[in-house]
């Protein structure tokens, strides 16, 4: 009797989406602090253009520094994870 193919199991494209979508969560922690006064007052009296813009100044200040620190959290994320089975498509 022939013996079935294993099933597909696209571990290193799970991999990648994981350290992708946990890179977002953190930079976006890192980012949330200095973007939140935007949402109140301060964030109200400008135009939208200028908010928009006034945005993307403090995000990019925000992560000066931590793009290699939220990369290296979400690598150790996804591989602790990874080695406690606990990610789905990871088991």
Not at 16 to 22: D, K, P, Q, R, V
Not at 43 to 65: D, H, N, T
């Amino acid at each position: 009797m022939p013996s079935r193919p294993p099933p597909f199991r696209p571990r290193f494209t799970l991999t990648l989406l994981y350290i992708a979508g946990f890179f977002l969560l953190y930079a976006l922690l890192f980012v949330a602090p200095d973007l939140a006064p935007l949402l109140g007052a301060e964030g109200q009296s400008l135009p939208a253009e200028q908010l928009q813009e006034r945005a993307r100044v403090v995000a990019q200040q925000a992560m000066r520094g931590k793009v290699l620190l939220a990369l290296a959290a979400s690598i150790a994320t996804v591989g602790l994870a990874a080695w406690r089975r606990v990610l789905p498509g990871m088991r």
